[in-house]
């Protein structure tokens, strides 16, 4: 089911959620990441993906994680605790715009995964 609800996610817009729980060492994050591997060997969805991983232990509020988001989609540089957007990025509603297409994984206690 959450092949499914990725794929779904990635090639019609769908605003999909899932939360994966269970004990630590219990596979979750494995899951994921096998389910997004298999799922980028279709074209269409390779093509309509971008993936970030976030370490719960590490981005613990929101801003924290929207730094480590716009750096792992490179459309930022970030200097002290300021993130600069390059001109590549034209604008706030462009990297709305990737927002929406992005994969989230959190690790380690807990894992989500949904288009935002």
Known sequence: HLAELLKRTALHGESNSALIIGP???GKTLLIRHTLEKLME???VKD????VHLNGLLQTNDKIALKEITKQLNLENVVGDK???PFQAKSYISFLEALKRV???VVPDFSF????
Request: hydrophobic residues 35%.
């Open 103 to 105: 994969t989230v994984t």
């Open 42 to 44: 279709i074209k269409e």
């Open 83 to 85: 993130v600069f957007v």
């Open 113 to 116: 995964s949904g288009g935002i």
């Open 48 to 51: 309509n993906t971008l993936q």
């Open 24 to 26: 630590r060492g219990s």
